[in-house]
C-alpha cells in the first residue's frame, strides 16, 4: 500500500489575519481588509484596490523601510513557525535536521532580482537572494533537510504540497513544511495594471460584473508527513493529503485556455489520485481570481468534471475574502481546507456587490455547515502551470 500522508500542523500570515483561526474566523464572518496604500494612490491616482497583510503580528513590516526580501523571509519564518508549534515539531532539533521546506513563489518569476536587493547589504549578491531568503529561515529554526524555492507563480503553494507528498509517498523523506508566499509591492502592482487585470471594486469571483483581481499577500504553510512518522511521534493529525496532480496548460504564458481541457484533465487526475470519483467531493476551493479568463476557464473545467453535480457541490472562493496573494494564495487556502475538513464549516463565498453568478455554481453566499470530508484545491497560474490537491478529513 502506499503512504498515506497526513497534515499535522498549519501556519497563515494573510490580509485577514495572522494565525489559521483568525483567518478561518474572519472569512467566515466576511471581514475584509481591501485598502490602497497611500503612496501607490499619490503615485497613480487610481482606484484600486490592494489588500495588504494585517498589522496585528509580532513582526512589524514597513515595506518603505524594509527591504521586500526581508519581508518576505519575515513572513516565511512567522508561518513556518507557527505550523511547527502546532505539529509539536518546532523544538525537536532531531527530527527538523530530517525535514524539508518547500516554498512556492512569484519570486524571481513575476519580478526581477533587481527589485528584491537591499542596496544597503553590499555583500549579498544578486542572483542570492532565493537562497539567502530560505537558508535564513532554516538557520534559524533548524530545519536541515532539502530547502526548494519554486518560483511557479500563483499556483506556488499547490505545487509544493504535491511535490511534498510525492516526495513523502517515494521515501525521500518522512517529513517537509509545504507551502507559498509573495509581497505586494510597486512591481507587482505595474505587472497586473499593464496587463489589465486589476479589479476597481475588489474580485467578485465568477460573477457577471466580475473586472479583475485583487492582489494580495502572505504565507501560508502546512506541515505534511507520512502516517508511520506522525503516529511514532504521537502528532494530532489535523487532515489527510488524499491526492494531488502536477501539470501545464501550455497554451498562453498568462491566458488560459478558455475551453479548460488541461484544467479538467488536471482535476480529474488528482481525483483518480485519491481513488475517488467526481461525486464524492464535497467542496471546490477554486483558483477563482475574478478574472474574465480565469474563471472562465475553471468554470467550463467544472462542469466537463462534475457534468450535473457542477451546479450543486459548494465551492468557496476565498480571494473574493483575501485577495489573490499570488504565490501564497493556494496555501492559505490549503490551511482553510484544512480547517473547513475540522469544523465541517465551508467558508462562504464573499460578494460585497450581491453579484449574480454567470456560470450557474453552486457559490456559497453564506457559511455552509454541512458533513465535509473532501475537497478539492485547484491552482491555476501564469506560464500554464496547473496543480490540484484533494485534502481528505482523516480516518484512523
Not at 197 to 207: D, E, H, N, Q, Y
Not at 233 to 245: H, K, M, P, Q, Y
Request: net charge negative.
Amino acid at each position: 500500500m502506499e503512504k498515506r500522508i497526513v497534515i499535522t500542523g498549519l501556519g497563515a500570515v494573510s490580509p485577514i489575519g495572522c494565525n489559521p483561526m483568525k483567518l478561518y474566523h474572519n472569512i467566515n464572518e466576511n471581514v475584509t481588509n481591501f485598502t490602497l496604500p497611500e503612496y501607490l494612490v499619490n503615485k497613480y491616482n487610481e482606484l484600486h484596490f490592494v489588500s495588504l497583510v494585517s498589522n496585528d503580528w509580532q513582526i512589524e513590516c514597513d515595506k518603505r523601510n524594509i527591504s521586500p526580501d526581508k519581508t518576505l523571509t519575515n513572513y516565511i519564518l512567522l508561518g513556518v513557525m507557527e505550523a511547527l508549534e502546532e505539529s509539536g515539531l518546532l523544538n525537536n532539533r532531531k527530527l527538523l535536521k530530517k525535514t524539508c521546506l518547500y516554498v512556492g513563489s512569484s519570486k524571481n518569476y513575476l519580478f526581477n532580482d533587481h527589485d528584491f536587493i537591499d542596496k544597503q547589504d553590499v555583500s549579498v549578491e544578486r542572483n542570492s537572494y532565493p537562497l539567502s531568503m530560505l537558508r535564513t529561515v532554516s538557520n534559524q529554526l533548524g530545519i536541515g533537510g532539502e530547502n526548494l524555492l519554486l518560483p511557479v507563480a500563483c499556483s506556488g503553494g499547490n505545487v509544493a504540497i504535491s511535490l511534498a507528498e510525492k516526495q513523502i509517498k517515494s521515501g525521500v523523506t518522512d517529513i517537509v513544511i509545504a507551502g507559498g508566499v509573495d509581497i505586494f509591492n510597486e512591481t507587482c502592482y505595474a505587472i497586473f495594471s499593464s496587463l489589465g487585470i486589476l479589479s476597481k471594486r475588489t474580485a467578485t469571483p465568477f460573477m457577471t460584473q466580475r473586472d479583475g483581481i485583487t492582489v494580495g499577500e502572505g504565507a501560508g504553510f502546512v506541515i505534511m508527513e507520512s502516517l508511520e512518522s506522525a503516529q511514532a511521534r504521537g502528532a494530532n493529525i489535523l487532515a489527510e493529503v488524499l491526492g494531488s496532480t502536477l501539470s501545464c496548460d501550455a497554451f498562453h504564458l498568462t491566458t488560459p485556455n478558455p475551453e479548460g481541457t488541461e484544467a479538467a484533465n488536471a482535476m480529474k487526475y488528482a481525483i483518480d489520485a485519491a481513488q475517488l470519483t467526481p461525486d464524492a467531493i464535497d467542496c471546490i476551493s477554486p483558483h477563482a481570481t475574478g478574472t474574465k479568463t480565469n474563471d472562465l476557464q475553471e468554470a467550463n473545467a467544472i462542469k466537463k468534471v462534475f457534468g450535473n453535480y457542477a451546479s450543486d457541490i459548494p465551492i468557496s472562493a476565498a480571494k473574493a475574502s483575501l485577495g489573490h496573494c499570488m504565490g501564497a494564495a493556494s496555501a492559505l487556502e490549503a490551511v482553510l481546507s484544512v480547517l473547513s475538513l475540522e469544523y465541517n464549516i465551508i467558508p462562504k463565498t464573499f460578494n460585497k456587490f450581491n453579484d449574480v453568478c454567470e456560470f450557474d455554481l453552486n457559490l456559497c453566499n453564506y457559511s455552509a455547515n454541512k458533513e465535509v470530508n473532501t475537497i478539492l484545491s485547484n491552482s491555476f497560474a501564469f506560464g500554464g502551470n496547473i496543480s490540484c490537491v484533494i485534502f481528505g478529513k482523516y480516518r484512523n
